[in-house]
């Protein structure tokens, strides 16, 4: 049963504009198409889309189709809703440019975010002091390691030493 809160249209009502629930932007209803028609018994509520967003949809689900293009479903969240908002206007291969890019961008915060974030921490001035005599492995890690302050002995630790999934 789908949860009612989370699919009813956003309405500014001053404006008399509903909010896209692809690309987020509000638009006055001439240009939203509904989707997924409220159903009282099953507990549902209709969602509009801008008619911008069906279109891309639509040119995406076709190329993706003709060219065989895998990983549409691993844009989610933020990164699925600059790709609608910047698929609205592109076509062709200026479309898969933008799907490849932007399917290749996810991964790699993805695969970044896992490397980086997890692992041992550790205080910071003990792996300064451990990598003292090594300037530029320790330039490396205060550049790119995960660095934040905890929270119970208040002392600023970093994650030298990622494990990758």
């Not at 790709?83 to 933008?98: I, N």
């Not at 980086?116 to 492995?137: F, M, N, Q, T």
């Not at 320790?138 to 030493?161: D, G, Y």
Request: one cysteine or more.
């Amino acid at each position: 049963m789908h949860r009612m809160a989370e699919h009813q249209p956003e309405v500014d009502e001053a404006a008399a504009t509903y909010k896209c629930c692809t690309c987020r932007e509000c638009k006055p209803m001439l240009e939203m198409s509904e989707i997924g028609k409220e159903d009282i018994v099953a507990g549902t509520v209709g969602q509009l889309r801008c008619k911008a967003c069906v279109r891309a949809k639509g040119r995406t689900r076709l190329l993706i189709k003709s060219t065989g293009i895998e990983g549409y479903s691993e844009l989610q969240g933020e990164a699925r809703i600059e790709y609608m908002k910047a698929a609205q206007s592109v076509f062709g291969a200026d479309l898969q440019k933008l799907l490849t890019e932007s399917i290749t961008k996810a991964r790699l915060e993805r695969s970044t975010n896992a490397f980086s974030k997890e692992g041992e921490a550790e205080d910071y001035a003990d792996v300064e002091a451990r990598l003292k005599d090594k300037p530029d492995e320790w330039e490396s890690v205060k550049q790119n390691a995960h660095q934040f302050t905890c929270p119970i002995r208040n002392m600023l630790m970093i994650i030298a030493k990622p494990k990758s999934e």
